[in-house]
């Protein structure tokens, strides 16, 4: 999955990462049930998670119960491997081009206001 565009899809994709993480710490390493682990990976791949993060999770030596705990490091592991996103340089005219010098002009002489003028 590609970086969530609003924090309410975040959320639901941590969710996700956690729940699965949970599920494969307790398949890998308390029950050793190796065709649940590979159940669940495929259940990564089809969500199309980044693996990476998962295993961050599985290898953090956090508690699985620790939920709080998770979702701190996920956050942390987040911060880390989502770029930052691009920042809108500030145009003083709005986005909009900026008036060519082709005959018309804006004249702002003291106390008359803008005036608007063709050369």
């Known amino acids: 999955m590609t970086s969530p565009s609003s924090p ?3 959320r639901k994709q941590q969710a996700l990462v956690l729940l699965l993480s949970q599920q494969l710490m307790e398949t890998q390493f308390i ?6 682990s ?3 990976w495929q ?3 089809a969500l199309d998670l980044d693996p990476e993060r998962i295993e961050h999770l599985l290898y953090s030596g956090l508690d699985c ?3 709080h705990a ?3 490091e996920d956050d942390i592991w987040m911060d ?4 930052p996103k691009p920042r809108r340089r500030w145009n003083g005219w709005g986005g909009r081009r900026q008036p060519c010098a082709s005959g018309i ?5 003291a106390g008359s206001g803008a005036q608007l003028s063709t050369r």
Do not use: F, N, Y
Request: proline content about 3%; glycine content about 6%; charged content about 35%.
């Open 8 to 10: 309410c899809i975040a």
């Open 31 to 36: 029950r050793a049930d190796r065709r649940g």
């Open 38 to 40: 590979d159940r669940l």
């Open 43 to 45: 259940e990564v791949a």
């Open 65 to 67: 119960s620790s939920r």
């Open 70 to 72: 998770l979702i701190k």
């Open 80 to 83: 880390r491997h989502t770029p």
């Open 105 to 109: 002009g804006i004249s702002t002489a």
